[in-house]
């Protein structure tokens, strides 16, 4: 059974950082583009991050450019985002995704499978 796992997620501060993990299984993911995504209540899911199977190619939402950094080991078949700077409007259910046979993709669409989610909760 493929599955994708993340962690990472909880309660900070405004300005501090978190660290997201997405553990895959099931299969590999090495040769797939990996992205995060993420969920504020009562929005829709939006783009964050996305990186190419190869790891020479990221690309980042406007909202994150400079703060956050998408990065993966495919070694282990897993997937960080590092997440700095943090403002109370990153608030959301963050989504680890793949996208099966892709170089780089930033569409939701585009994404085959997801994980169950993280909570990243940022206090002012």
């Known amino acids: 059974q493929v599955q994708l796992v993340e962690s990472g997620g909880g309660l900070v501060q405004a300005g501090g950082s978190l660290r997201l993990s997405c553990a895959a299984s099931g299969r590999t993911f090495s040769r797939d583009a990996m992205g995060w995504f993420r969920q504020a209540p009562g929005k829709e899911r939006e783009f964050v991050a996305a990186i190419s199977w190869s790891a020479d190619t990221t690309y980042y939402a406007d909202s994150v450019k400079g703060r956050f950094t998408i990065s993966r080991d495919n070694a282990k078949d897993t997937v960080y985002l590092q997440m700095s700077s943090l403002k109370p409007e990153d608030t959301a259910v963050y989504y680890c995704?793949?996208?099966?046979?892709?170089?780089?993709?930033?569409?939701?669409?585009?994404?085959?499978?997801w994980g169950q989610g993280t909570q990243v909760t940022v206090s002012s």
């Open positions: 995704a793949a996208s099966y046979g892709s170089n780089l993709v930033t569409k939701l669409y585009e994404y085959n499978y």
